[in-house]
């Protein structure tokens, strides 16, 4: 695979992402709620990869040290990460909270550079002040005296940044894609039925119309946007991936206007430009390689 297709393959997932929160906002209307989204279309997304992985014949036999590291990178990236960002949210503003998350590519980085010594070029730190500068653009500094839901937004932002150098440094970017989506949906539903013995949050009485949009979710993030991802970070590195995957709040922002009548200020506008711009960036340095 060409590092080209690599790249839309990621910028596909990240506009992915950025479109299922237009779905997640419908089945709120219906009587569901972030931690039951997160437990459904992980589980209700099970059946479509069995069927795939029995299809295609591929074994979901793992060895010991594969069960350790997708055990590790599940609970980090997919389970910790979404407890803490549907956290944040009691605290502080949707749009906040997950505008601090997708501060993890500055995480990815720091991960990267100090801990794995990856080298990181001129090119790639200029391009990554550019989109934090950007996603600056999109904070609401109102919500700033939360202090408790900015930590767990940011830290969100941190196991999600483990979670993508994990599935790089862990080589699981190497392994089936149908086995590892698999295997991470059903990290995400086992931990969090275990969580709602304590929490009581799941909501299992909702309409028929809640479900089906709910295994669209699944299929769309759980499986076509995460696999989309894992050949990004295969392909591109971890650094790389993380930061194409800024896509996602400027199709955010898109699918809100235009799906959901979601205002759209200038300081937004200039938040997406500054992206777009870093994006470029990268691009460029591409096809000079």
Known sequence: MTKNRAIVLTIISALIYGFTPVLCS???EYGNNPYSLAFFRSLLVLPVL???LIKNKI???LNKDEFIKMMIIGLFGAVFTTLLLYSSYTYIGVGT????HFMYPLFVLVI???IYRDHITTR???SLA???IGIVCFIDFNDFSRIQGIAMALISGVTFAVYLVGIEKAGLSSMNNYKLSFYLSAIVSVSLLVFNIFSNQIVFNQPVSNYFLMICIGVLASFIALIFLKIGIEELGSTLASMFCLFEPIS???FGFFLLNESVGFMKILGCLFIIVAMALLVMKKKKA
């Open 59 to 61: 074994s979901l036999r």
């Open 124 to 126: 790639q730190y200029i």
């Open 50 to 52: 069995a069927v795939l």
């Open 130 to 132: 550019l989109a934090m």
């Open 26 to 28: 419908m089945t709120y």
């Open 252 to 254: 955010s922002v898109v």
């Open 112 to 114: 990267c550079h100090f």
């Open 97 to 100: 909270a997950t505008t601090l």
